[in-house]
């Protein structure tokens, strides 16, 4: 599998480590307190703050306050320069709350504006207080160029999420 999004340790002058989606073009420190590659997803009235997971980690810390349209966090380069009709992508990631609550979560692969979905999906119970791993696998049914990858939650609260990996499924070019 090819690894298209890999949110590693970034430590550039000796500052605390920011979790950063590899394949954009710059990979200059993130600006306002928001990994750099990542930029939250706040639609119709939400109220989200993105940041990196703290000190000495490699993940995010997603907090949704207040519930809109379609809220979340999104990739803005995860390498997808051309997903076609019956490709299959992989999305693996860990992920863990601050109580027992679960999140429901749509993971979408869309064009950079939003308006063609290529693939989505959803998964009903993301997070406990430990890190836990998930896969999903996302098959693309429309076209599209330069594609976003966009996970959306369903409910207010704080998520963190490490190790996102995202990769053309071997056999599906």
Same mark, same amino acid.
């Given at each position: 599998?090819?690894?298209?999004?890999?949110?590693?340790?970034?430590?550039?002058?000796?500052?605390?480590?920011?979790?950063?989606?590899?394949?954009?073009?710059?990979?200059?420190?993130?600006?306002?307190?928001?990994?750099?590659?990542?930029?939250?997803?706040?639609?119709?009235?939400?109220?989200?703050?993105?940041?990196?997971?703290?000190?000495?980690?490699?993940?995010?810390?997603?907090?949704?306050?207040?519930?809109?349209?379609?809220?979340?966090?999104?990739?803005?380069?995860?390498?997808?320069?051309?997903?076609?009709?019956?490709?299959?992508?992989?999305?693996?990631?860990?992920?863990?709350?601050?109580?027992?609550?679960?999140? *429901? &979560?749509? /993971?979408?692969?869309?064009?950079?504006? !939003? @308006?063609? #979905?290529? $693939?989505?999906?959803?998964?009903?119970?993301?997070?406990?207080?430990?890190?836990?791993?998930?896969?999903? *696998? &996302?098959? /693309?049914?429309?076209?599209?160029?330069? !594609? @976003?990858? #966009?996970? $959306?939650?369903?409910?207010?609260?704080?998520?963190?999420?490490?190790?996102?990996?995202?990769?053309?499924? *071997?056999?599906?070019?």
């Amino acid at each position: 599998m090819k690894t298209l999004i890999n949110c590693r340790k970034l430590f550039p002058l000796g500052l605390p480590a920011l979790a950063v989606c590899l394949w954009i073009v710059t990979t200059g420190l993130a600006q306002a307190g928001q990994p750099a590659g990542w930029q939250s997803l706040a639609e119709g009235g939400a109220q989200v703050e993105l940041a990196p997971a703290g000190p000495g980690t490699d993940g995010l810390r997603l907090t949704v306050r207040q519930t809109g349209k379609r809220f979340g966090l999104v990739c803005t380069a995860p390498g997808v320069d051309r997903a076609e009709p019956g490709q299959w992508y992989d999305l693996s990631f860990k992920a863990r709350t601050d109580a027992q609550k679960t999140f *429901a &979560l749509t /993971v979408s692969l869309e064009s950079p504006n !939003g @308006r063609v #979905v290529a $693939a989505r999906t959803t998964l009903p119970e993301v997070g406990r207080t430990d890190w836990t791993p998930y896969s999903v *696998a &996302l098959h /693309v049914r429309q076209p599209v160029a330069h !594609g @976003r990858l #966009v996970i $959306a939650l369903a409910d207010t609260g704080t998520l963190w999420l490490a190790d996102l990996s995202l990769g053309l499924r *071997a056999g599906t070019h």
